[in-house]
Nanobody, 126 residues
Framework: QVQLVESGGGLVQAGDSLKLSCEAS????????MAWFRQAPGKEREFVAA????????DYLDSVKGRFTISRDNAKNTVYLQMNGLKPEDTAAYYC???????????????????WGQGTQVTVSS
């Protein structure tokens, strides 16, 4: 059973940066497709960014392109989300997710992922 533990959330001001981390255990991380989703109060959980098993393919929600960067370190079983230029509308609980998949298709739908972390809260004040 894969376990995902997120860290790095917090309260920041608009324009600040945060880096989220997600450490995986219980599986072969280098064979897992990884992503971040987020959910704001009263809204649906939405895709934010994803990276394939070897880090060569990435995809982003349009509203975070150019501000957020997803990366992974397979030696550390960790995926990261660097968030720059944060905006109040980025306020949400951020979830790390994974699926056992070795390929170059980037999954953007919740139903495509098998494992979910507990989430870390990001709050951006204006």
């Amino acid at each position: 059973q894969v376990q995902l533990v997120e860290s790095g959330g917090g309260l920041v001001q608009a324009g600040d940066s945060l880096k989220l981390s997600c450490e995986a255990s219980g599986g072969t991380f280098s064979r897992h497709h990884m992503a971040w989703f987020r959910q704001a109060p009263g809204k649906e959980r939405e895709f934010v960014a994803a990276v394939n098993f070897d880090g060569r393919t990435k995809d982003y929600l349009d509203s975070v392109k150019g501000r957020f960067t997803i990366s992974r370190d397979n030696a550390k079983n960790t995926v990261y989300l660097q968030m720059n230029g944060l905006k109040p509308e980025d306020t949400a609980a951020y979830y790390c997710v994974s699926k056992n998949y070795v390929g170059y298709y980037v999954a953007r739908f919740k139903s495509e992922y098998d494992y979910w972390g507990q989430g870390t809260q990001v709050t951006v004040s204006s």
